[in-house]
Nanobody, 119 residues
Framework: QVQLVESGGGLVQAGGSLRLSCAAS????????TGWFRQAPGKEREFVAS????????NTGDSVKGRFTISRDNAKNTVYLQMNSLKPDDTAVYYC????????????WGQGTQVTVSS
């Protein structure tokens, strides 16, 4: 079982930046692809970004493209989401998720971290 713990959320003014971290523990995390998702109150869960184990491939959702960047440090079993030029619409609970390969479904989820962007 892989455990995921998100951190780095908080309150920030519009135009500001935050960096979220997702730390993995438990069974080996080797080879896992990882993604970030978010869910705002009353809205469906939305894909934010994903990255393969080797960092060869990344993908970013249209609503955050050009503002958010996903990266990882496999030596630290940690995945990051750098969020710049934040907007009030980015307010949501952000979740980290992991899957054994890029082709499989996400199997492991963190508990989420709240990001609130004030106008």
């Amino acid at each position: 079982q892989v455990q995921l713990v998100e951190s780095g959320g908080g309150l920030v003014q519009a135009g500001g930046s935050l960096r979220l971290s997702c730390a993995a523990s438990g069974r080996t995390f080797s080879g896992y692809a990882t993604g970030w998702f978010r869910q705002a109150p009353g809205k469906e869960r939305e894909f934010v970004a994903s990255i393969t184990w080797s960092s060869t491939y990344t993908n970013t959702g249209d609503s955050v493209k050009g503002r958010f960047t996903i990266s990882r440090d496999n030596a630290k079993n940690t995945v990051y989401l750098q969020m710049n030029s934040l907007k009030p619409d980015d307010t949501a609970v952000y979740y980290c998720a992991a899957k054994p390969s890029a082709q499989s479904a996400y199997e492991h989820w963190g508990q989420g971290t709240q990001v609130t962007v004030s106008s």
